[in-house]
């Protein structure tokens, strides 16, 4: 059975940073894309950074330079470093594996930035 597990979302201040984890079970973690997405209310599920086997990484355009996605094969466990956070930024986010034909979503953790 294939679960992604993540955790570390809350309530931050803007300009604060959290860190997100996400871990997977079930599947061989180094050989997948590891993604976050994240959904506000109202607006459709968006990618916010991607990295693959070979620790290539992708971002959003409005993450560039805030957000760092890496990964910790051994721990099978995905990360999200988010800095300088807007209020933009609340969403609940959504940890994706995706190897060819099989893809695998996480539960969402929120991730809530207001004063």
């Known amino acids: 059975q294939v679960q992604l597990v993540e955790s570390g979302g809350g309530l931050v201040q803007p300009g604060g940073s959290l860190r997100l984890s996400c871990t997977a079970s079930?599947?061989?973690?180094?050989?997948?894309?590891m993604s976050w997405y994240r959904q506000a209310p109202g607006k459709q599920r968006e990618l916010v950074a991607a990295?693959?086997?070979?620790?290539?990484?992708n971002y959003a355009d409005s993450v560039k330079g805030r957000f760092t996605i890496s990964r910790d094969n051994d721990k099978k466990t995905v990360y999200l470093q988010m800095n300088s956070l807007k209020p933009e930024d609340t969403a609940v986010y959504y940890c994706?594996?995706?190897?060819?034909?099989?893809?695998?979503w996480g539960q969402g953790t929120q991730v809530t930035v207001s004063s």
């Open positions: 994706y594996a995706a190897l060819s034909r099989r893809n695998y």
């Open positions: 079930g599947i061989v973690f180094s050989f997948f894309t």
């Open positions: 990295i693959n086997s070979i620790d290539n990484t």
